[in-house]
């Protein structure tokens, strides 16, 4: 073989794995210091799924040390999927501010409201502080914004079973758009009165911000509606405006 050949075969080659190599990544982190949720397994094998089917690769972790400046810049977004209580230390809490201040991605999964009370700035960035929940339940959710990517598939009235948050704090000012309510006279156990917001996204601190309450069962990680919610709220994270 000549080196002619021989070059251009490595050429091809290199191009090929650049190809076959996904342009986007996020860390789900899974971290939890107090209620541990036994769906956290299917909901790292569901986000793996989703990364495979739509391109963005997908790394996991429950080590909070990975929150540190050099680690993080090669992550479009990062997804607290079911953390709870303190879970970041001093140093990885300022390493993630920077973070999104820079452009990155937060998508936050459940108890993600369930997870740092004493960091303010998290809590403007998650949007609400988790107060308490009835038993799981049958529920009526109302899709407030279907012109969104986590919820344009969506029906106008979804009604679904899972376990259903109150919040003692909602920080959700005029940047934060609220894409799903529920309708608090379909169960049993609601203490938001009539305006309950379960879903939100907005621009924040120079970075992307994205949270669904749902999430608590094994069998969410298994209904379509809910995955196609969850994917559209990680691309938005990742920065995907039309994916």
Known sequence: ???????????????????????????????????????????????????????????????????????????????FLNTTMNVLGQAEQVAFEKYIQDGGGFAGVHSATDTEYDWPWYNKLVGAQFKSHPKQQEAVLNVVDKNFIATKHLPATWKRWDEWYNFKSLQLDNDVHVLITIDESSYQGGENGNYHPMSWYHDFDGGRAFYT???????????????????????????DTNP
């Open 1 to 79: 073989m000549n080196k002619q050949l021989l070059l251009c075969l490595l050429l091809v080659s290199s191009v090929t794995m650049l190809a076959a190599q996904p342009a986007k990544k996020v860390l789900v982190f899974s971290k939890t210091a107090g209620f541990h949720h036994d769906a956290i397994p299917e909901g790292i094998a569901a986000i793996q799924q989703l990364g495979s089917l739509h391109g963005f690769a997908v790394d996991t972790t429950t080590d909070s040390t990975k929150f540190n400046s050099d680690n993080l810049k090669q992550y479009n977004a990062v997804i």
């Open 213 to 239: 309450e749902l999430g608590h069962t094994k069998e969410s990680y298994k209904d379509p509606l809910y995955l196609q919610h969850l994917l559209g709220g990680i691309q938005y994270a990742m920065g």
